[in-house]
């Protein structure tokens, strides 16, 4: 919007955007008890959507494949940004039955699944540059952030503070199918009076959360698409120690950003070499590459790759139509 | 088939049918373990029917609500059957969303929470007449059939047989999210020796099991929509003993095929009446009332209803649209 552009949004009511707003539901699904089922309301906004595709240049959907059947039609005016892993095996069978759509990846990594879809292009996440400002990282502490579950191994980043001798942070939500896993595996560990565990926090807190940390701990053991946090932690100035697996190695850029390593010996021994590094320098590749600037301006480019590519295939069909008339006249 | 139409099913491909099968998966989704997510093959097959639309007279939709979006164009030519409980509250916007959807019911008692919808008509699920012959119910023992859960109560069930001192033979399925229900409270009433737990049966062990039953007990605590272990004994001949909620009142002729009881006491009361019952009676209503042909004859009538109204439908649509070109020139 900012770049002069009219955005429509489909999204709940309670959405803060400067876009003219589509609302199917008043409050977040997610976060209202009275939803059992968020499924109809994504299907009553796409219905809408439908209905007045023609008002828009270019429909950009963050629904999965919910909205492929309805706009398989006009898949020269859309864009899909996948958003999730992409391993699970009932995913490849629909990307297969709609080559059509063009799909960006939130990460090269992300693809590996499924390298054969329709990928247009990666687009990295952004967060504004005035969200948080560079902190001093003089805490004392390391620092975990996000949702405790297995794929995320607090465990590890608990035991990688413990044998640092160093305190540890963790700023995290535990969601309804984590709750035995936090109970009988996390619990029991944060006895050690080293590790301090906050709960949840929000925008508002996790500047002062990262910007005085020594370094975030990310000991991932899944293949995350985009760890958010990489880059929360990079707008605060903040080194981050994470393993290799999915996109960290396109996130961090090694010995400016943070140290990628294997395992927990390597991430202790990565510590010292963290604390060292240059947080306004740290600050300024966030700045280069994961502003929202440079989002918008990615996605605003891949949209024209989009409508290009788009009627390219349209006069093609109709090329092709008006061929197979000619030959059953 | 059997009435001369052209049938295509789309289903998955290990569906025994004599119809054009047209299959989005090789195997029934539910009983798939590398299936994570069923919803996927379900666009498939819809996106596939959307393409093949022209070529059917009347589309007959058992999908929920996930075809109303790609199908609103062309709602005079389609039927949908809703099976499940319509009292979630996620599914009226949807409805009232659609309203242009032709909905068939299987009970009236479903349409409660939404008499408002657009329904057609009721058409009472049926079973072939072959499937079962009325058994004898010299088996001395009274029967539960269907699933262990809190809305079947197989509790009260267990609490009739014992009160009655008759023995209960139990026939169900222990489904995941059931587990703990069964293991903390049914588990424990199964040491009573006049109960027996059979476990999931198939059709081929029903006739037996119903046949040679007293009566069936069904004490459910829920709006059932349609219970079809209700006619499953009826087609053996076996009387019901049910308590009076959802569809039970129109699927049980109190005093013919069974009795309509509002507690466990007036169940254990109801057991030597239908005892008494005429079993070649109750084999005969359900012949009239629950046979496959009866159900393909009331949608074969429903099919003429809603193409009627489609027709009328649709030249109202070009008369306000002829109208309305009339208007703008």
Chains 1, 2 share one sequence.
């Not at 992409?86 to 960006?104: G, K, N, T």
């Not at 927990?264 to 990565?270: G, K, L, N, T």
Request: aromatic content about 10%; some cysteine.
């Amino acid at each position: 919007m900012r770049q002069g552009h009219e955005v429509t949004l489909f999204a709940s009511g309670d959405s803060q955007t400067r876009a003219r707003l589509q609302a199917p539901c008043a409050r977040a699904l997610r976060l209202d008890p009275h939803c059992k089922d968020p499924l109809p309301y994504h299907f009553i906004a796409l219905h809408r959507l439908a209905r007045s595709a023609d008002g828009f240049d270019i429909i950009h959907f963050h629904t999965d494949y919910l909205h492929f059947s309805l706009f398989a039609q006009c898949w020269g005016k859309t864009l899909t940004t996948l958003h999730g892993r992409l391993d699970l095996p009932d995913l490849a069978p629909i990307l297969r039955e709609f080559p059509m759509m063009p799909l960006a990846s939130i990460s090269d990594a992300q693809r590996a699944p499924v390298p054969w879809a329709n990928w247009y292009s990666t687009v990295y996440h952004g967060l504004p540059t005035s969200l948080y400002a560079g902190g001093c990282g003089d805490g004392g502490y390391l620092a975990f952030i996000g949702r405790i579950c297995r794929e995320k191994r607090p465990d590890w980043a608990i035991e990688i503070a413990h044998r640092a001798g160093m305190p540890l942070a963790i700023a995290a939500k535990v969601d309804k199918v984590d709750r035995t896993y936090y109970k009988t595996r996390i619990s029991p560990l944060l006895k050690d009076p080293l590790i301090e565990f906050i709960g949840e926090i929000g925008d508002s807190e996790k500047g002062a959360f990262l910007g005085d940390a020594v370094a975030l701990l990310f000991p991932i053991d899944w293949p995350e698409p985009f760890g958010l946090a990489l880059i929360e932690a990079m707008a605060n100035g903040t080194p981050i120690i994470a393993f290799g697996r999915g996109s960290v190695p396109e996130i961090v850029d090694h010995g400016v950003t943070g140290y990628i390593v294997g395992d927990v010996d390597e991430a202790v021994a990565a510590i010292p070499l963290a604390k060292a590094l240059d947080r306004v320098a740290i600050r300024r590749r966030f700045e280069e590459r994961f502003s929202v600037e440079r989002m918008a301006h990615d996605y605003l480019a891949l949209y024209d790759t989009v409508l290009r590519c788009g009627t390219v295939g349209a006069v093609l069909n109709s090329a092709a139509a008006a061929q197979a008339a000619a030959n059953a006249a």
